[in-house]
């Protein structure tokens, strides 16, 4: 049963960083890319940024790069989310989930699992 924990969430001011970690477990030697996303209250789910299972490719919304940065974790099957120059508008409940394709990797339709969600309120 593949899972997904979320966590480093927190409430900080405008200009701060935070660095939101992502652990999965039960993958079984399957390769998914794994992949970021963030909801404010009355928008819809965006993309913010994914790392391929070979750690070497990334991507990230427009909205965010240059601030955010996707990495490898220290232990297995984990990533970092390193979020600097936060902003309000970064104000989100942030998403970890898992992709199979490479070339969907933008559209949340086609992550097939999902961690809780750790919130980020960015105070202006």
């Known amino acids: 049963q593949v899972q997904l924990a979320e966590s480093g969430g927190g409430l900080v001011q405008a200009g701060d960083s935070l660095r939101l970690s992502c652990a999965a477990s039960?993958?079984?030697?399957?390769?998914?890319?794994m992949g970021w996303f963030r909801q404010a209250p009355g928008k819809d789910r965006e993309f913010v940024s994914v790392?391929?299972?070979?750690?070497?490719?990334?991507d990230y919304a427009d909205s965010v790069k240059g601030r955010f940065t996707i990495t490898r974790g220290d232990a297995e099957n984990t990533v970092y989310l390193q979020m600097n120059s936060l902003k309000p508008e970064d104000t989100a409940v942030y998403y970890c989930?898992?992709?199979?394709?490479?070339?969907?990797?933008?559209?949340?339709?086609?992550?097939?699992?999902w961690g809780q969600g750790t919130q980020v309120t960015v105070s202006s």
């Open positions: 039960g993958l079984a030697g399957s390769h998914y890319h």
């Open positions: 790392i391929d299972y070979s750690w070497v490719s990334t």
């Open positions: 989930a898992l992709v199979h394709t490479w070339a969907r990797r933008r559209g949340s339709e086609n992550y097939e699992y």
